[in-house]
């Protein structure tokens, strides 16, 4: 089992794949370099959490089609 992400984390990845889902792929690496360009989160960790959740979103919507 995984760990549950917060509301916080949530809400601001689904944010930024709203406003910028061209940017990002199922790669991890690519989404926490895009992320970094477009939003200055000071926290590492925080950072690496929303680019995993934007990752795993990702994933989740190509590979529903939609």
Request: no cysteine.
């Amino acid at each position: 089992m995984g760990r549950v992400k917060s509301i916080q984390v949530k809400t601001l990845g689904d944010d930024i794949i709203k406003e910028h889902a061209k940017k990002f792929s199922g790669d991890f690496e690519k989404n926490k370099q895009a992320l970094k360009e477009i939003k200055d989160i000071k926290s590492k960790k925080i950072r690496n959490v929303v680019a995993g959740y934007i990752t795993k979103e990702i994933k989740r919507i190509k590979k529903s089609g939609l």
